[in-house]
């Protein structure tokens, strides 16, 4: 069992930054598809995808909603994900779930959360105006 861990939400005020982390109980962070998501707006059940990284090749995916605003990064020595978060808006609000894709496949970053094997417990984010 993989395990995934979030930290690093809080309250924030609208245009401020957080910075949340994930970490996997592994050492090959660099070769998994790590992810970011957040619930649906219209479907509180299901969950949207924020940001993710593919483990070959390092590439990226954003949705649009927060690009140029956030970025996803990893550190493979400390087995952890981050979600830089800047510019908050009151939108962002929500749980933000971490993911790991533990077999990626080489191109772009996976968009899709049913290629995600593993899934944290989420961790909160209050954007106040």
Known sequence: QLQVVESGGGLVQAGGSLRLSCQVSAQSVSTYGLGWFRPAPERLEDRAVVATINGPGGRTYYAE?????????RDNDKNTVYL?????KSENTGVYYCAVEIRPTIGPAPRDKVV??????GTQVTVSS
């Open 116 to 121: 995600f094997d593993y899934w944290g417990q």
């Open 65 to 73: 909603s927060v690009k140029g605003r956030f970025t996803i990064s």
């Open 84 to 88: 830089q978060m800047n510019n908050l």
